[in-house]
């Protein structure tokens, strides 16, 4: 069972952006990827999700052996992926409680209801391990709040959805230390044998906290090392030009 | 406690009067013309919709029981009063604060004369419907006058169904709402068809607000999608006096909406909202007017309308600031979320400033439903048709924070949640 990039090619309009990538994330496991800006990190995470202003000129993603393609955004995060954004979007009038009872809503079969007093014992257990205030169920999604907040929110939304893929896109941008924390015990305590994660982080910083399996480097739309949590450190240390550099050299 | 009140106790007859006024309208109704495309009043608008030739007198309806108790609101009223085809069909008013007067216009055109005539129809129609309001004057007979004596508080909301039923029937509503100096009063009017056949609904309420009273006022609108009605709202608010109005228009085919808030004190203040889902082919013709008459005085309009498939929204607002009415404060907004390529949006925002040192602002906004949000919300397993209600849903949900009763914020909330077929909690 694994989430299984196969050759991935997509463009954003004429512009290749990931140009053969390949990366399994067997479920259980914790994988980062690391990469310069522009190295098409958020890219990767938005075609897997569907966006539609990406097109996808070759490859595969398999989730659980089946092909993500050709399925809707929807139908893909029905199908167990989640995706938690580096930009999360303000939804103004639509509350947290009722966005996420809709998200579980839309994973019944038709014709059966959400549960509500389950669902709100589950969403204030949560909440509460995520120093959440409870006020918080009656604000509109990410409306006015703060970096922080909003990556919070994008955790619980993981904690109640209990995708078996998770991707967390720059979950760390915009976070002080204190923020960074919070958020990395919430991804933490959802480390399972049944769910895989993709950390997706500029920084080595976010990788003290969700300590990873395996670390990928992607440079220029591929993955071009992969390693233990020590490749992460190198990378703190030393940038990326060494890896330039030796990628030249074998050109 | 629940009175149905039987025929002899609502049998009254009509004032001498109020007969001469009545003949008078009919007359004026005749003699007026009808809107032309020349009428700046009816730019855009659909004359077409206009042709009264069809509608007959409404007849009695089949069962009242049935509309009684289809004539569901909030938890708890103050009072409650039922209209079926212009006739008095349920009247509870028990729970009414000592001295409010909550009674069908004919009852209080006879007990309460003085102050009925004082204030029934007393604005001049300016904003294109004179003749409509004619008619509606020379034909009106259901209709209810609230009246709430000077420093009392209503607590619960008074609301007042108006049912039509049967094809092509007329229908007249009026409220006549009438505060005294710093009280404070909720008012719900409901406006239904109890089946799906084309009516014409003629309705004017006027609200009088004196010196510090506030009044909450909602009109909710859900006329058969084919129907024909003209809503014809004016309300003069005092020194010191605060006015919230808003009407949801859930129903209707094509619909006149006239709305005048005239600030006729300092310190007055006038909240004018409207939330209008639009599908099919329906209309809605929204005209308004913000007249600035006392120095210091405040006016805040938001209208939202959502338009799917061919459906089309027409505004035209005007703030008008007197001479002397300096340190006014006017804002006036109008936000129209496009759904469909096939509707369109007609929005004519205008200021008119007389006065010094004055503060207003007024705008349209046109969109359509922003991509990424719609993908945010697909990419956490929400339909995409559903996350389109949601988006027009949380439109309308943010106008609503705007009102003051947590109770009433929740329950129109939910009004308008059930309206765009969405699960409600």
Redesign the interface.
Known sequence: MSLEIKDLHANIGDREILKGLNLTIPKGEVHAIMGKNGSGKSTLAKVMAGHPSYEVTGGDVLLDGSSLFGLEPDQRARAGLFLAFQYPMEIPGVTIANFIRAALQARLPEGEELEAVEYYKNLYAQMDALKMPRTFTSRSVNDGFSGGEKKRCEVLQLAMLKPAYAVLDETDSGLDIDALKIVAEGVNTLRSPDTGFLVITHYQRLLNYIVPDVVHVMVDGRIVRSGGKDLALKLEAEGYDWIEKELLATA | MSTTLDDNTIETTTPAWLAELQAAALKDYENTPAPTRRDEAWRYSDLSALNLDAFVEAKPVESEGRLINSSRGVEQTAAKLVFGNNALLHADTASLPAGVVVAPLDVAARDHAEIFRRYFMAQPVELGSHKYAALHKARVTGGTFIYVPANVEVALPIEVFHWVEGENASVFPHTLIICGENSKVTVLDYFQSSDNQRAFACGVNDLHLERGAKLNYVAVQNWSPTSLAFHINSTIVARDATSSALSLNFGGGFVRGESLSRLDGEGSRSEMLSINPLDGTRIVDQRTLQDHAAPGAASDLLYLNALDNASRSIFAGLIKVEEGAHRTDAYQKVRNLILSNESEANSMPGLEILADDVRCTHGATSGEI????L??????????E??RR??V??????LL?RLESAPLREYLGRKVTERLGL?V?
């Open positions: 922003n991509e990424d949000e993908f945010y919300m697909q990419a956490r397993g929400i339909r995409k559903d996350g949601l988006i849903n949380g439109f309308f949900q943010s924070e699960p909690q």
